[in-house]
Each structure stands twice: as C-alpha cells, then as structure tokens.
C-alpha cells in the first residue's frame, strides 16, 4: 500500500483536490489517499461550506495554522506539516495551485527528501510582486512531476530548463469539479433569493492586495460600482480581506443600494450565480477560467493574467489595474458587444483521471 498526501489550504484548493480525491477511488485497494487542511483559510464560509458543497470527506489532518504575514503563515505550515510526514512517511505529497500552504508544504516534503507533485504547474504572470507567482516558481522547481493546464505552461517549464519527463499536460481539474457539479444548479433557489433575473445581472469579487490593500483602488472600485449600479444590480460577495478594509476606511456605506453585498459564499451557489451572470469583474484566478468554460464575459482587474489562454481564446478580458477602463469595458459589453470563447483544450473533465493514472503508473513501475 502506498499513501499520498494531498494539502488544501486555502479556498481555491477545496475544489481543486475534491476532483482528485474521486479519482484516487479506483486505486483505493493500492493507493492510501490522505487530505491535509493546513488552516490558511479557516472562517466556515471560507472553508468549511466547501467541504459540504464539494462532498470532500473530512480532512485526515488539520493544522490550524491561520493568518499572518507570508513568513509566518509560511513558516507555521512547515513546521506543523513537518510533524505529519515524519508519522505518515507518506510516498508522495500533492499540491495545488499557487497559495502559501502550495510552497510550504513541496518546500518541507523536498528537506525530508519526499518527493511532491504539483498539479496546476508552469503559469506564470511573470509578476515577481505577486506572492502567488513566487509560490508558482519555487513550488515548481522543486517539484518531481508538473501537470499543467494549458500550453503556455509546457512551454514556460521548457524555458526554465525542466527536462520534458517531468512535464504532463493534462487539462484543468477545477474544470472537472465545475463540470461534475453543473447540473446540480440548474434547481439552486440562488438567483431568486438575490432577486436577479437570468442574464441581468453582474457579479464581482476583489480580493488581491493589490486592489483592496490600497485606499485610492478601493475609492474606485466603490466609484466604479456606483457608476454600473445605475444600469444593472451587482452581487458582491465579499472575500474577508477587502471587507476589512473597505469598513476600516468607512467606504462600505457609500455603495449604491445596487449593489447586493453578502459574505463570501459557497461553491453551488456561486457557480449558480456566475453561469448566470451577464458579466463578472474580478481579480481571482481560478474565475478567469471558470467564466471561459462557462461562456461568461469576464473582466480582470489585474495587469497580468497566468492563464493566457483564458484571454486568447477564452472570453476573458484584461484591462489592467485601471478602473476607469474597466467600468467603459463594463458598459460596452452591456451594450452587447460581446467577446465569443472556445474552451480550452483537454478541459473536458477527466484531467483528475489523467493525473492518478500517471501518479500510479509511477508509483508501481
Ligand atoms: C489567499 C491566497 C490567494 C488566493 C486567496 C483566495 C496566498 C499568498 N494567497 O489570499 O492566492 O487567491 O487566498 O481567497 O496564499 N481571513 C479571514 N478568514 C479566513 C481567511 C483569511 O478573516 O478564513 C483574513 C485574514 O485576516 C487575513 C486575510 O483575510 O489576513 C488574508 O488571508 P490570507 O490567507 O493571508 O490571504 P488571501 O488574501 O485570502
């Protein structure tokens, strides 16, 4: 019997390793498949509900690690996650994406001499002031096996000098949950308790420090909300950073009646909302390809995107941090002049099989 760890930290993991953890199952007579929850993200509405919605069983360890700076949050990981491989002697670690739990835990497996794959490798927005894309590289270039979500990630690991026997392009298991969960909005009461229609409405999220951390971008965001508020309703869940900080500055009474703001909610429900929604503005990752999949107009509030293809072929568009651009793109696609999308290749669901397979093979040859 071989035992794998797979580490989930922070909300965009849950339904990342949910995906991986269903393929696991038909290994389950040669392959021990254990789930680590580090604790990064801990309020139930930004964890817990994505255990209930994703079906993911109840995690084997939980450090209960929590907030802090990068160092601490970092460091904490590594010296509770430390404790778990040196009792479990597991064969493989598995991480994903790009959060600070993703680098903590490869980082602790690699001193151990354990050897760790990461699932979602090779993105790069080549913006070293992200904290996600220093997690990116690290992670990478310590990783035995990459598995990769779109083109450009082979062909950023191959510049980097990995050797092509590590690469795996494979296709996106956030997409496999998405599509393994589809069908169960079709019946959600979401849009109604919202009171918005089909296609009339927006949705926005914003959480990433460069955004939210600053008062003249949060005066913006707060004017350009205002501004397409007088055209359609906004759903805003709000992620726990910019809620701080939008109340901390007194902006969060100055938004327009519009606008529905609400804690940040579950994956079936916003899943609901955003195959529904006539547009979403974001600055999240993960949303970029979930709203390309979907054929949802989706406007990123960043300077750079890791997921190219999400703008070249997808319906995603990148306006940078200027939000006066933003809110004119915002109008314009109400107006109707709407970007058409392909899906990407190999998003068809089965990137999670893909990826058990090429573990086990490994495992057992
Ligand atoms: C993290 C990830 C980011 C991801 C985001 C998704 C890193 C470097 N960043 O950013 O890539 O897009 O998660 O949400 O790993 N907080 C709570 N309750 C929680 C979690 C956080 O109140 O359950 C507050 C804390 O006060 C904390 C702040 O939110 O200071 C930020 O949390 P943190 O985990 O440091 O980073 P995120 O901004 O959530």
Known sequence: MKTIISVVGARPNFMKVAPIHIA???????????????????????????????????????????????????????????????????????????????IACSLTAAKLHIKSVHVEAGLRSFDREMPEEVNRVLTDSISELLFVTEKSGVTNLKKEGVPDEKIFFVGNVMIDNLIHHLAQTDHLPTLKEFNVEPGNFVLITMHRPSNVDSDSQLKKIVHMLNSIAGNRKIIFPIHPRTRKNLESKNLIDGLNVN????????????????????????????IQEESTYLGVQCITTRKTTERPVTVEIGTNHLVGDDLEKAEQLA???????????????????????????????????
């Open 259 to 286: 606008v529905i703001l609400t804690e940040p909610i579950g994956y079936m429900d916003f899943l609901c909302l955003l195959r529904n929604a006539e547009l979403i503005i974001t600055d999240s990752g993960g």
């Open 24 to 102: 696991f199952q038909k290994y389950r007579d040669k392959i021990n498949h254990l789930v680590c929850h580090t604790g990064q993200h801990y309020d139930a509405k930004m964890s817990k509900i994505f255990f209930e919605d994703l079906q993911l069983p109840e995690p084997d360890y939980y450090l209960g690690v929590g907030s802090g700076t990068h160092a601490e949050q970092t460091g904490k990981v590594m010296i509770e996650f430390e404790k778990i491989l040196l009792k479990e002697k597991p064969d493989l670690v598995l991480v994903v994406g790009d959060v600070n739990s993703t």
């Open 331 to 365: 109008f314009e696609i109400l107006n109707g002049k709407k970007k058409s999308g392909q899906i990407p290749e190999l998003w068809d669901g089965k990137a999670s099989d893909r990826i058990v397979d090429i573990i086990a093979d490994k495992l057992f040859k």
